[in-house]
């Protein structure tokens, strides 16, 4: 059991909502904690902002970029090198450097959506909608729809990212009765693995295009814009219409700007190829740009999706309990220096998303003694562990549904269960 903390009740005594329990098997405890204790916890100079210092990560990751393409572009050539292999090879480390770096200036950009970059609005909506644009992000829009995904992280109704399927919903995905479920058990390694391999490929443009993995409760959208659309292909929910329901009509003008972003983008790409040649261009730019959305989705995969983390319908849900179903991992030297601290720290980020990651891991610690066992981290392995997470989590985590012990508001508690015949097995619903 990898969450080496957790909100397990060890009491033994019965909970008002009943026997909850997660994917692992763990009795489960709602969090009772206030967000004011955990803001209370925190020391004041974990808020302070610093934009030179913000500024100068910017410039460091900038220069890494460059000096790799500079290297690269220089001697990874048939003059230095005449093995067209041992170029392939070069080349394709190149991309995965340069997509490191390009992660951590996403990174950065994130950190200008959220206020954390420093004190002023101008300035971080200027370094992030430059940064997110020139990786082909619309930085207003995704600002937008994110800041929506802290309000209601783990809301089986308003998430904005990786909500997960119901028991109803998946069992209508592969025609079969939600009560099935409980009795037809498989073990599908090469679908989770050629699952795993598309959703890292191009998971995150067909989120923006279409806000799959979002919730689809568009209906509630108050201005009346969600009326008669749906998450897909062409159902007027995507990132960049400024009528989709992602966005109220004040932010038309900031959709329209980060279109704007990704138009500037696609015409200086297009100069590039017009004048370099195309091939270049797909692996100076697009070979670390595929890297750059494998991480992103990898990393907010991990950070929302695991056998210990439940989700909430209406009647449970609260701030503090969908900030803490959140966790924590660890990416080595990668993680902490390259990408700065996103995968180890998210805990407290969802908490107060304005305290800039230089200053988060102080955050998490302090807020720790106040979360107790409703901390959750999985950092064994570092690396090998994170990557180890994602075949995990894949295998582990195939829809929500209550547990069968919840009694009143507890079914409002969904965890995660599968037809693998891993852990917590679903509930029989033949009885």
């Not at 100079?45 to 910017?58: D, I």
């Not at 802290?150 to 028991?167: A, C, I, L, Y």
């Amino acid at each position: 059991m990898p969450a080496g903390n957790t909100s397990l009740s060890s009491s033994g005594a019965k909970q008002p909502y009943g026997t909850l329990v997660d994917a692992y098997g763990r009795e489960f405890k709602l969090p009772e904690y206030t967000i004011k204790q955990i803001r209370d916890a925190i020391p004041a100079k974990c808020f302070e902002r610093s934009a030179l210092r913000g500024l100068g990560y910017v410039a460091r990751d900038l220069l890494l970029l460059a000096a790799t393409f500079y290297v690269f572009n220089s001697y990874a050539t048939p003059a230095f090198v005449p093995s067209y292999l041992a170029r392939f090879v070069l080349w394709s480390l190149y991309g995965f450097l340069n997509g490191l770096f390009g992660t951590g200036l996403w990174v950065l950009a994130h950190e200008c959506g959220h206020q954390a970059f420093s004190t002023s609005k101008v300035l971080n909506d200027t370094v992030g909608w430059t940064l997110h644009s020139a990786l082909l992000v619309p930085y207003f829009s995704w600002k937008i729809s994110h800041g929506k995904h802290h309000k209601g992280t783990s809301h089986m109704e308003r998430d904005m990212v990786f909500v997960p399927r119901t028991r109803e919903r998946f069992a209508a995905r592969f025609g079969l009765l939600v009560e099935d479920l409980s009795e037809v058990m498989e073990d599908a390694p090469i679908r989770s693995a050629l699952y795993l391999l598309g959703r890292q490929l191009v998971a995150w443009p067909i989120y923006l295009m279409t806000n799959d993995t979002g919730h689809d409760f568009h209906e509630r959208q108050p201005e009346g814009k969600g009326i008669g659309k749906k998450n897909g292909v062409f159902k007027g929910v995507n990132h960049f219409n400024p009528q989709s329901p992602l966005f109220e009509e004040k932010d038309a003008k900031l959709i329209l700007l980060s279109d704007l972003g990704l138009a500037i983008m696609g015409y200086l790409l297009y100069c590039v190829g017009q004048t370099y040649g195309w091939k270049n261009l797909l692996v100076w730019y697009f070979l670390p740009y595929l890297w750059v959305n494998n991480w992103l989705v990898a990393i907010t995969y991990l950070q929302h999706t695991d056998p210990s983390i439940p989700h909430y319908n209406s009647s449970t849900w609260t701030f503090t309990r969908g900030a803490a179903a959140t966790i924590d991992r660890d990416f080595g030297f990668i993680g902490r220096h390259l990408f700065h601290g996103i995968i180890e720290t998210h805990v407290a980020h969802h908490f107060v998303s304005t305290i800039p990651f230089y200053n988060a891991y102080e955050a998490t610690e302090a807020i720790r003694p106040v979360m107790g066992g409703h901390y959750l981290a999985d950092t064994k392995g570092g690396v090998v562990g994170f990557l180890r997470s994602m075949w995990r989590n894949v295998r582990w985590c195939q829809w929500v549904e209550s547990s069968e012990g919840a009694e009143g508001d507890g079914k409002d508690v969904l965890f995660y269960r599968n037809r693998n015949g891993l852990g917590t097995r679903p509930m029989d619903l033949r009885r």
